[in-house]
T-cell receptor, first 109, second 112 residues
Framework: AQRVTQPEKLLSVFKGAPVELKCNYS??????LFWYVQYSRQRLQLLLRHISRESIKGFTADLNKGETSFHLKKPFAQEEDSAMYYCALSPSGTYKYIFGTGTRLKVLA | ETGVTQSPTHLIKTRGQQVTLRCSSQ?????VSWYQQALGQGPQFIFQ???????GRGNFPPRFSGLQFPNYSSELNVNALELDDSALYLC???????????FGQGTRLTVV
């Protein structure tokens, strides 16, 4: 079965602390993995995807095929990082997403 | 360049009724996908349209149907509404050469 699991519904960290939002996936082929973010009162938007291997707003995510994980990390959290984060998988050859249930990140002052 | 727009933003329907939700895709995008997001859940894929043809469908019953028009805008129709259809419905557009999806603000449907 194709599935994305985000085990934490809520993650609270203090400003300046490291952040790791966990994402595990289940897929037999070679998927594309994404992180989408939704800031308060804004629409869902792409944060980063594994194929681009870039750092966006200080966030990085490495695809670990052995552990089937795509955890999102940032070394120093900022208050403006507070948002809802969704990990998503796009099966190879399709243009659809399978989303996890999301993790709400709260960065405390 | 205009973004993805959805209408209406909110609506309330009675169980058994039918509803049509609309989506205008981002300029230059020919693929539209629809998602249902129940409270506390991630978006769930309903179906996708590419060049006016359905191009993949999720695990939703046939009373969920859609259309895509020549200008790539799209409609989602739901017949025989059930209470569990209450959710946020998201539309996302993309070009067929890039998997990045651009989402609309969503339509909040409440079935009473």
């Amino acid at each position: 079965a194709q599935r994305v699991t985000q085990p934490e519904k809520l993650l609270s960290v203090f400003k300046g602390a490291p952040v790791e939002l966990k994402c595990n996936y289940s897929y037999s082929g070679s998927p594309e993995l994404f992180w989408y973010v939704q800031y308060s009162r804004q629409r869902l938007q792409l944060l980063l995807r594994h194929i681009s291997r870039e750092s966006i707003k200080g966030f990085t995510a490495d695809l670990n095929k052995g552990e089937t994980s795509f955890h999102l990390k940032k070394p120093f959290a900022q208050e403006e990082d507070s948002a809802m984060y969704y990990c998503a998988l796009s099966p190879s050859g399709t243009y659809k997403y399978i989303f996890g249930t999301g993790t709400r990140l709260k960065v405390l002052a | 360049e205009t973004g993805v727009t959805q209408s209406p933003t909110h609506l309330i329907k009675t169980r058994g009724q039918q509803v049509t939700l609309r989506c205008s895709s981002q300029s230059g995008h020919n693929t539209v996908s629809w998602y249902q997001q129940a409270l506390g859940q991630g978006p769930q894929f309903i179906f996708q349209y590419y060049r006016e043809e359905e191009n993949g469908r999720g695990n939703f019953p046939p009373r969920f149907s859609g259309l895509q028009f020549p200008n790539y805008s799209s409609e989602l129709n739901v017949n025989a509404l059930e209470l569990d259809d209450s959710a946020l419905y998201l539309c996302a557009s993309s070009s067929h050469t890039n998997t990045e999806a651009f989402f609309g603000q969503g339509t909040r449907l409440t079935v009473v």
